[in-house]
């Protein structure tokens, strides 16, 4: 069984910059798509962005295009989220999240697992 453990979250600066990672354990890692998801207090779980397997594909949401990257290591069992020029309105806690076949999605039904999560907050 897959787990993901989340790293990196923390108090920042608006403009400022956090990289979070989300490390995998199991062999699936690779055959894998992965995404990211963020939610704030009283407001649901949205899409942030998604990487193919290879990492040769990426999607984002259009609230964060241009300014997060999203990046993985099959090697390293790691999945990245490289957040710049950050506001107050990406406070929230970041999920990482493990999909196990077919194509990227920004639907949170469509990732079978999950990570604990870990705080971003945003000072303005």
């Known amino acids: 069984q897959v787990q993901l453990v989340e790293s990196g979250g923390g108090l920042v600066q608006a403009g400022g910059s956090l990289r979070l990672s989300c490390a995998a354990s199991?062999?699936?890692?690779?055959?894998?798509?992965m995404g990211w998801f963020r939610q704030a207090p009283g407001k649901e779980r949205e899409f942030v962005a998604t990487?193919?397997?290879?990492?040769?594909?990426?999607y984002y949401s259009d609230s964060v295009k241009g300014r997060f990257s999203i990046s993985r290591d099959n090697e390293q069992n790691t999945v990245y989220l490289q957040m710049n020029s950050l506001k107050a309105e990406d406070t929230a806690v970041y999920y990482c999240?493990?999909?196990?076949?077919?194509?990227?999605?920004?639907?949170?039904?469509?990732?079978?697992?999950w990570g604990q999560g870990t705080q971003v907050t945003v000072s303005s």
């Open positions: 990487i193919n397997r290879s990492g040769t594909y990426t």
């Open positions: 199991g062999r699936t890692f690779s055959s894998s798509i």
């Open positions: 999240a493990l999909k196990g076949y077919g194509s990227t999605s920004i639907f949170p039904n469509d990732y079978l697992t």
